[in-house]
């Protein structure tokens, strides 16, 4: 008894710093930073991607920009699939692109050239997302068709920045 009240005091100030260094309850907040990237895996590879969700921002893509960091790429989300088309206007950068169905699963890459503004379709009429990546990145990181993207992190940060999921057509 007498060793416990010894170490009272020190028991007591203890517990007041853990009590001020605990965690404090937050969310996470939704960023509506255009600039921003995630790391969201395609295979079993981790890339950091920004994303696309507006029109306005699907139109701008990579134009302007003068290099694209290794492993880094552009990821446009488009609320209902469809047949999409891409041209690399004010674009200096050699890029492929992915198209990926509602599953999340690639089904298609095509090259785009540095300024080349004759569009690159895709086949299929089921495209709800595609990649840009540095033109020979899929091939040199052995990813092919049939590579599905973990849409649940997708979708985690589609919601943090600020996109509503609802409005998006995902499927499993």
């Not at 009272?8 to 309850?25: E, F, R, S, Y």
């Not at 590879?45 to 029109?55: G, H, V």
């Not at 169905?101 to 503004?117: K, M, V």
């Amino acid at each position: 008894m007498h060793d416990l009240l010894a170490y009272g005091p020190l028991l007591m100030i203890t517990a007041l710093v853990l009590t001020g260094c605990k965690p404090q309850n937050t969310t996470l907040q939704p960023s509506k930073n255009a600039d921003h990237y995630f790391e969201i895996s395609l295979g079993e590879l981790a890339i950091q991607l920004q994303l696309a969700l507006t029109p306005e921002q699907h139109a701008q893509g990579l134009m302007f920009r003068e290099r694209l960091p290794h492993n880094h790429g552009m990821c446009f989300i488009f609320q209902k699939p469809a047949a999409r088309s891409f041209w690399m206007q004010n674009t200096s950068i050699p890029l492929d692109i992915g198209y990926f169905n509602t599953a999340g699963e690639l089904i298609e890459i095509h090259r785009l050239y540095p300024y080349d503004e004759t569009g690159v379709p895709s086949q299929s009429q089921q495209i709800l997302i595609a990649i840009e990546m540095q033109q020979g990145w899929f091939a040199q990181n052995k990813i092919k068709l049939g590579a599905r993207l973990d849409l649940a992190v997708l979708q985690q940060a589609l919601i943090l920045r600020g996109g509503e999921l609802s409005s998006y057509y995902f499927s499993d």
